[in-house]
Each structure stands twice: as C-alpha cells, then as structure tokens.
T-cell receptor, first 112, second 114 residues
C-alpha cells in the first residue's frame, strides 16, 4: 500500500529554524512535493524533489533520500506568516496521470 | 507559478439539490485535472482524475454517479455533486497539472449542505 508519515504538529519561535520530516512507502516513486496550506485555503506549491539531495529556494529548502524513503522541509528565519500546515506528497507512478498521495500534514505554529 | 481558479468559492444548498463547481486553468492548458476533498484538520483525499476528452478515473469508494466530472476543454473541468446531503459538506479543491508532475491548486470551494 501507500503510506506517508509526518508529524502532526510542531511549534517554533520566530526567527528560528525548523525541520519537518516526511517518510514514505509507496509502490513506486516519481517525485516528492511539499505544499504549504493556510487554514481555509488551498495548498500552494513549495518544492519538488526527484533526485537525492538538497534543493534550496530562499528561506525554504527540501531534502530527499530515495534509498531511505525520507524527505525533510527546512524553514529558516521563521516568520509568523509561516504558521500553516505543511503537506508532504509523493507521486508514486511514472508516466500516466501522476496522481499525488498526500500525508496528513504537519501543523506548524510559530510563536513570537 | 501557474494560476488555477475555482467557482464558486463558497456555496450553501439544501439537501437533495445538485451543485456544480468549476475549475479553470487560467494561463496554461491542462490535459489532466484532479479533484480532492478535504475535511477539517485532515489532509487532501483524491476523489478523481479528470482527463480532457475522456471519462474521469475515480478513486476507490468514490461514487461516480454522485460526483459527476466533465473535462470539456483543456482549461475547464467541472464537478457536480448530485443530490447533495449534509455528509457531502466539505472543502473541495481542484488542481491542474502543468508539465510532467507539478500540480497547482485552485482556491477551493466550501460546500455546506443544510
């Protein structure tokens, strides 16, 4: 079956760094996505990893290890507006329609 | 990134009526769109994959006769919730795929069935 695990909740302080982990077990692998979702809004795309290693994009970085079925999203210089849910999603198929399997999401609360 | 719109953003209807939700890709063509449902504090659950010019592919447990999907053009997919009941109340989100993999999401539609 398909299984994606990430912590339910995390808290952090404004200006700090936080790492949100995601582990996955899927029937195939064609890439891993991170999305940010504020309450009552649709998810917004943050990053995409298909090869091992670290992808840096401003304050956000995402890491992937395919052999370990593991990814993390690193948020630096946290701001209050970063309080949101962070969704890890895996595309388990290559070709075809490439649907995404989502984890349950990690709710991050940033405090002053 | 690519822009996807949804209409309406919020709808309240009586039990037994049907509701249509539109999903449009505004600045790109999408041969594939996806429909998700999200209950409070839960993650997105894929309902169906909408393919332009062909029948939608539904996930296990999703009734295709209740959730009608039409993908009439490369920029428009519609989801119709037929004979809606209170348990259908949820946040419905569509996404459109640009390129090989990345999905961009619409702003969502909050459906409340009384």
């Amino acid at each position: 079956g398909q299984n994606i695990d990430q912590p339910t909740e995390m808290t952090a302080t404004e200006g700090a760094i936080v790492q949100i982990n995601c582990t996955y077990q899927t029937s195939g692998f064609n890439g891993l996505f991170w999305y940010q979702q504020h309450a009552g809004e649709a998810p917004t795309f943050l990053s995409y990893n298909v090869l091992d290693g670290l992808e840096e994009k401003g304050r956000f970085s995402s890491f992937l290890s395919r052999s370990k079925g593991y990814s993390y999203l690193l948020l630096k210089e946290l701001q209050m507006k970063d309080s949101a849910s962070y969704l890890c999603a895996v595309s388990p198929f290559s070709g075809g329609y490439n649907k995404l399997i989502f984890g349950a999401g990690t709710r991050l609360a940033v405090h002053p | 990134g690519a822009v996807v719109s949804q209409h309406p953003s919020r709808v309240i209807c009586k039990s037994g009526t049907s509701v249509k939700i539109e999903c449009r890709s505004l600045d790109f063509q999408a041969t594939t769109m996806f429909w998700y449902r999200q209950f409070p504090k839960q993650s997105l659950m894929l309902m169906a994959t909408s393919n332009e010019g062909s029948k939608a592919t539904y996930e296990q447990g999703v009734e295709k006769d209740k959730f009608l999907i039409n993908h009439a053009s490369l920029t428009l997919s519609t989801l119709t919730v037929t004979s809606a009941h209170p348990e259908d109340s949820s946040f419905y989100i569509c996404s459109a795929r640009q390129g090989a993999d990345t999905q961009y999401f619409g702003p969502g539609t909050r459906l409340t069935v009384l």
